[in-house]
Protein backbone atom coordinates (compact mmCIF):
# COMPACT_ATOMS: atom_id res chain seq x y z
CA UNK A 1 0.00 0.00 0.00
CA UNK A 2 1.00 3.34 -1.17
CA UNK A 3 1.85 5.67 2.00
CA UNK A 4 0.93 9.37 1.80
CA UNK A 5 3.05 12.18 0.77
CA UNK A 6 4.39 14.11 4.32
CA UNK A 7 2.22 13.28 6.17
CA UNK A 8 1.83 15.29 9.42
CA UNK A 9 -0.43 15.58 12.10
CA UNK A 10 -2.16 18.10 10.42
CA UNK A 11 -2.39 15.89 7.45
CA UNK A 12 -2.88 12.22 8.62
CA UNK A 13 -3.43 9.49 5.68
CA UNK A 14 -6.68 9.56 4.37
CA UNK A 15 -8.76 6.51 4.46
CA UNK A 16 -10.54 5.31 1.12
CA UNK A 17 -14.09 6.57 0.93
CA UNK A 18 -16.60 3.92 1.60
CA UNK A 19 -18.44 5.17 -2.03
CA UNK A 20 -15.67 3.96 -3.47
CA UNK A 21 -14.68 -0.28 -4.32
CA UNK A 22 -11.07 -0.45 -2.91
CA UNK A 23 -10.80 -3.75 -5.64
CA UNK A 24 -11.93 -1.40 -8.69
CA UNK A 25 -9.47 1.70 -8.41
CA UNK A 26 -7.83 2.50 -11.69
CA UNK A 27 -3.74 1.40 -11.26
CA UNK A 28 -3.21 4.44 -12.76
CA UNK A 29 -4.36 8.25 -13.43
CA UNK A 30 -2.98 10.52 -15.57
CA UNK A 31 -3.86 14.34 -15.46
CA UNK A 32 -4.06 17.22 -17.73
CA UNK A 33 -3.95 20.46 -15.11
CA UNK A 34 -5.84 23.48 -16.98
CA UNK A 35 -7.35 26.20 -15.54
CA UNK A 36 -4.38 27.78 -13.61
CA UNK A 37 -4.65 31.32 -15.62
CA UNK A 38 -8.53 31.39 -15.58
CA UNK A 39 -8.68 30.35 -11.60
CA UNK A 40 -5.92 33.85 -10.76
CA UNK A 41 -7.94 36.28 -13.45
CA UNK A 42 -10.69 35.68 -11.79
CA UNK A 43 -9.62 36.55 -8.86
CA UNK A 44 -7.63 39.60 -10.03
CA UNK A 45 -4.01 37.98 -9.25
CA UNK A 46 -1.43 37.43 -11.59
CA UNK A 47 -1.20 33.96 -13.76
CA UNK A 48 1.90 33.34 -11.50
CA UNK A 49 -0.13 32.84 -8.63
CA UNK A 50 -2.62 30.36 -10.21
CA UNK A 51 0.58 27.90 -10.74
CA UNK A 52 1.49 28.22 -7.15
CA UNK A 53 -1.81 27.11 -6.47
CA UNK A 54 -1.64 24.29 -8.78
CA UNK A 55 1.17 23.12 -7.25
CA UNK A 56 -0.61 23.25 -4.15
CA UNK A 57 -3.66 20.94 -5.96
CA UNK A 58 -1.13 18.74 -7.35
CA UNK A 59 0.80 18.04 -3.83
CA UNK A 60 -3.08 17.03 -2.15
CA UNK A 61 -3.94 14.73 -5.52
CA UNK A 62 -0.55 12.71 -5.45
CA UNK A 63 -1.49 12.42 -1.50
CA UNK A 64 -4.46 11.44 -1.61
CA UNK A 65 -3.87 8.98 -4.99
CA UNK A 66 -0.71 7.17 -2.37
CA UNK A 67 -3.10 7.09 0.73
CA UNK A 68 -6.17 5.77 -1.62
CA UNK A 69 -3.80 2.87 -3.01
CA UNK A 70 -3.42 4.10 -6.61
CA UNK A 71 -0.19 2.83 -8.11
CA UNK A 72 0.68 5.69 -10.11
CA UNK A 73 -0.15 9.25 -11.13
CA UNK A 74 1.37 11.31 -14.27
CA UNK A 75 1.01 14.65 -14.35
CA UNK A 76 1.61 17.14 -17.52
CA UNK A 77 3.52 19.61 -15.97
CA UNK A 78 4.61 21.39 -19.18
CA UNK A 79 4.59 20.19 -22.72
CA UNK A 80 6.55 21.36 -25.93
CA UNK A 81 4.11 24.11 -26.97
CA UNK A 82 4.40 25.89 -23.82
CA UNK A 83 7.38 27.57 -24.81
CA UNK A 84 5.49 29.70 -26.69
CA UNK A 85 4.12 31.58 -23.57
CA UNK A 86 5.52 35.11 -22.74
CA UNK A 87 8.78 34.71 -21.46
CA UNK A 88 8.36 35.77 -17.82
CA UNK A 89 5.65 33.03 -17.62
CA UNK A 90 7.58 30.37 -18.69
CA UNK A 91 10.55 31.69 -16.46
CA UNK A 92 8.93 31.12 -13.66
CA UNK A 93 7.32 28.29 -14.12
CA UNK A 94 11.26 26.32 -14.70
CA UNK A 95 11.77 28.37 -11.17
CA UNK A 96 9.16 26.87 -10.01
CA UNK A 97 9.92 23.44 -10.87
CA UNK A 98 13.07 23.68 -9.60
CA UNK A 99 11.91 25.61 -5.82
CA UNK A 100 9.54 23.12 -5.62
CA UNK A 101 11.36 19.99 -6.16
CA UNK A 102 14.14 21.48 -4.38
CA UNK A 103 11.64 21.74 -1.53
CA UNK A 104 10.16 18.45 -1.49
CA UNK A 105 12.36 15.85 -2.17
CA UNK A 106 13.15 15.02 1.06
CA UNK A 107 9.30 14.44 1.85
CA UNK A 108 9.36 12.60 -1.46
CA UNK A 109 11.92 10.18 -0.64
CA UNK A 110 10.57 9.30 3.01
CA UNK A 111 7.42 8.70 1.94
CA UNK A 112 8.67 6.26 -0.44
CA UNK A 113 7.78 7.94 -4.13
CA UNK A 114 9.37 7.25 -6.98
CA UNK A 115 9.50 10.08 -9.23
CA UNK A 116 10.58 10.45 -12.86
CA UNK A 117 10.29 13.23 -15.11
CA UNK A 118 9.10 12.33 -19.19
CA UNK A 119 10.23 14.12 -21.98
CA UNK A 120 12.96 15.72 -24.14
CA UNK A 121 14.62 17.03 -20.45
CA UNK A 122 18.08 18.22 -22.32
CA UNK A 123 16.28 21.57 -23.30
CA UNK A 124 15.48 22.14 -19.54
CA UNK A 125 17.92 25.02 -17.45
CA UNK A 126 20.62 22.81 -16.42
CA UNK A 127 20.04 23.43 -12.62
CA UNK A 128 16.37 21.71 -12.92
CA UNK A 129 18.14 19.20 -14.99
CA UNK A 130 20.48 18.57 -12.42
CA UNK A 131 17.69 18.72 -9.69
CA UNK A 132 15.54 15.85 -11.57
CA UNK A 133 18.68 13.97 -11.97
CA UNK A 134 19.14 14.04 -8.44
CA UNK A 135 15.68 13.17 -7.81
CA UNK A 136 15.69 10.32 -10.28
CA UNK A 137 18.28 8.52 -8.70
CA UNK A 138 17.14 9.32 -5.06
CA UNK A 139 13.58 7.76 -5.49
CA UNK A 140 14.23 5.07 -7.78
CA UNK A 141 14.05 1.99 -5.69
CA UNK A 142 11.06 2.98 -3.89
CA UNK A 143 8.28 1.15 -3.45
CA UNK A 144 5.40 3.92 -3.17
CA UNK A 145 3.21 5.55 -5.99
CA UNK A 146 5.11 6.32 -9.08
CA UNK A 147 4.77 10.10 -9.36
CA UNK A 148 5.40 10.83 -13.29
CA UNK A 149 6.22 14.45 -14.36
CA UNK A 150 5.47 15.20 -17.82
CA UNK A 151 8.17 17.94 -18.08
CA UNK A 152 8.92 19.11 -22.06
CA UNK A 153 6.49 16.33 -23.35
CA UNK A 154 4.58 16.01 -26.44
CA UNK A 155 3.00 12.89 -27.06
CA UNK A 156 3.47 13.51 -31.25
CA UNK A 157 7.47 13.69 -30.61
CA UNK A 158 7.33 11.06 -28.55
CA UNK A 159 6.17 8.71 -30.57
CA UNK A 160 8.59 10.25 -33.90
CA UNK A 161 11.36 9.51 -30.91
CA UNK A 162 9.84 5.70 -30.49
CA UNK A 163 9.96 4.75 -34.28
CA UNK A 164 13.44 6.84 -34.79
CA UNK A 165 14.68 4.86 -32.38
CA UNK A 166 13.75 1.17 -33.42
CA UNK A 167 15.00 2.61 -37.37
CA UNK A 168 18.28 2.77 -35.69
CA UNK A 169 18.10 -0.26 -34.02
CA UNK A 170 17.00 -1.99 -37.09
CA UNK A 171 19.77 -0.44 -39.31
CA UNK A 172 22.60 -1.34 -36.92
CA UNK A 173 21.29 -5.01 -37.04
CA UNK A 174 20.12 -5.18 -33.41
CA UNK A 175 16.71 -6.52 -34.39
CA UNK A 176 14.41 -7.48 -37.46
CA UNK A 177 12.17 -4.78 -38.36
CA UNK A 178 9.31 -7.42 -38.62
CA UNK A 179 9.67 -8.26 -35.04
CA UNK A 180 8.46 -4.94 -34.01
CA UNK A 181 5.31 -5.38 -32.30
CA UNK A 182 3.53 -2.90 -30.00
CA UNK A 183 5.26 -4.14 -27.01
CA UNK A 184 8.71 -3.31 -28.52
CA UNK A 185 7.14 0.03 -29.67
CA UNK A 186 6.38 0.68 -26.21
CA UNK A 187 9.73 -0.23 -24.77
CA UNK A 188 10.67 2.98 -26.61
CA UNK A 189 8.13 5.45 -24.92
CA UNK A 190 9.43 7.79 -22.15
CA UNK A 191 6.81 5.51 -20.04
CA UNK A 192 8.74 2.17 -20.73
CA UNK A 193 7.76 0.59 -17.84
CA UNK A 194 4.91 1.70 -16.51
CA UNK A 195 1.08 0.19 -16.84
CA UNK A 196 -1.22 2.61 -19.08
CA UNK A 197 -3.55 5.00 -17.64
CA UNK A 198 -6.37 3.55 -16.85
CA UNK A 199 -8.36 7.13 -16.51
CA UNK A 200 -7.21 10.27 -17.77
CA UNK A 201 -8.99 13.46 -16.06
CA UNK A 202 -8.71 16.77 -17.43
CA UNK A 203 -10.02 19.88 -15.46
CA UNK A 204 -11.53 23.43 -16.80
CA UNK A 205 -14.24 21.82 -19.03
CA UNK A 206 -11.77 21.39 -21.89
CA UNK A 207 -12.25 18.17 -24.03
CA UNK A 208 -9.13 17.63 -25.54
CA UNK A 209 -6.24 15.44 -24.50
CA UNK A 210 -3.41 18.08 -26.09
CA UNK A 211 -0.96 16.30 -27.64
CA UNK A 212 -0.70 14.25 -24.33
CA UNK A 213 0.28 10.28 -24.25
CA UNK A 214 -1.64 9.89 -27.51
CA UNK A 215 0.09 5.97 -26.94
CA UNK A 216 -1.07 5.24 -23.68
CA UNK A 217 -4.02 6.54 -22.91
CA UNK A 218 -5.74 4.63 -26.64
CA UNK A 219 -7.87 2.71 -23.82
CA UNK A 220 -8.21 5.24 -20.90
CA UNK A 221 -11.57 6.37 -19.87
CA UNK A 222 -11.93 9.95 -19.78
CA UNK A 223 -13.16 12.45 -16.70
CA UNK A 224 -13.59 15.74 -17.83
CA UNK A 225 -14.47 18.43 -14.84
CA UNK A 226 -15.17 22.03 -14.85
CA UNK A 227 -13.39 22.45 -12.34
CA UNK A 228 -10.38 24.57 -12.21
CA UNK A 229 -7.03 22.82 -11.60
CA UNK A 230 -6.34 25.28 -8.61
CA UNK A 231 -9.75 24.05 -6.54
CA UNK A 232 -9.25 20.04 -7.55
CA UNK A 233 -9.88 18.55 -4.39
CA UNK A 234 -10.92 15.75 -2.77
CA UNK A 235 -14.55 15.64 -3.48
CA UNK A 236 -12.96 16.59 -7.24
CA UNK A 237 -10.73 13.54 -6.90
CA UNK A 238 -13.53 11.49 -5.21
CA UNK A 239 -16.10 11.82 -8.29
CA UNK A 240 -13.89 11.23 -10.84
CA UNK A 241 -12.75 7.96 -9.59
CA UNK A 242 -16.94 7.03 -9.03
CA UNK A 243 -17.28 8.01 -12.32
CA UNK A 244 -14.71 5.64 -13.50
CA UNK A 245 -16.13 3.09 -11.45
CA UNK A 246 -19.09 3.97 -12.92
CA UNK A 247 -18.24 2.54 -16.61
CA UNK A 248 -17.75 -0.88 -18.33
CA UNK A 249 -14.69 -0.83 -20.08
CA UNK A 250 -15.13 -3.34 -22.78
CA UNK A 251 -11.45 -2.24 -24.69
CA UNK A 252 -13.38 -2.61 -28.01
CA UNK A 253 -15.16 -6.27 -27.06
CA UNK A 254 -18.30 -6.61 -26.50
CA UNK A 255 -20.08 -7.43 -22.71
CA UNK A 256 -23.62 -9.51 -22.09
CA UNK A 257 -25.43 -6.65 -21.69
CA UNK A 258 -23.95 -4.48 -25.38
Same mark, same amino acid.
Given at each position: ?7 T ?20 ? %? ?7 ? /? ?16 ? %? ?9 ? /? ?8 ? *? ?17 ? *? ?28 S ?12 ? %? ?48 L ?15 G ?8 ? /? ?11 V ?17 Q ?10 A %??
Amino acid at each position: MSRALATTPSTPPQPLPSQLDGTRLPAHV %ALIMDGNGR /WARQRGLPRVMGHRAGVE %ALKRTLRLCSD /WGIGALTAYA *FSTENWTRPGEEVTFLMTL *FESVLARELEALEREQVRIRFLGDLEALPSRLQDLIAAATART %AVNDGIHFNVCTNYGGRRELVRAARRLAQRAAAGELDAATIDEALFADELFTAGEVDPDLLIRTSGEQRISNFLL /WQLAYAELHITEVLWPDFDQAALLAALLDYQGRTRRFGGITA %AS
